[in-house]
């Protein structure tokens, strides 16, 4: 099984990536958070294989989570789902190490595909 954390401050964002992931029969919603202060400490507490993480919450911002995240070695795998395609958004992602982002405008379509290929090990692949 994939574990999979959420960390997104919309709930009906949140029950629409759960549903497109619980989808697959592999793949398990371990935990969700609706602020970047509780996604961080989701990922410390459950260790799950890949976090979704939204790059705007409240309280701390994605890039803020992932930055913490690397400061303690943590394994997780970032797969950043944004509304913002922006380039100098991009470039922060690819400076704090991102493993895979995509545009919540294309996750219908390579959200399942992107939380298996961090699983497996595959190498980053930034998807806009």
Known sequence: MIRVALADDH????TAIRCLLEHSSDIVVVGEAD?????????????PDVLVLDID???????EVINQ??????????LVLSAYA????????????????????DAHIAL?????ELAAGQQPLYTH
């Open 86 to 105: 922006a380039y100098y958004r991009m470039s922060d992602m690819a400076a704090t190490k991102v493993a895979k982002y995509i545009e919540k405008k």
């Open 57 to 63: 919450m409240p309280g701390m911002s994605g890039l």
């Open 112 to 116: 399942v595909d992107g939380v298996y």
């Open 69 to 78: 995240l690397n400061l303690i070695k943590s394994p997780v795998c970032v």
């Open 35 to 47: 602020n970047g202060h509780a996604a961080l400490q989701m990922a410390k507490e459950l260790s």
């Open 11 to 14: 709930s009906g964002i949140r």
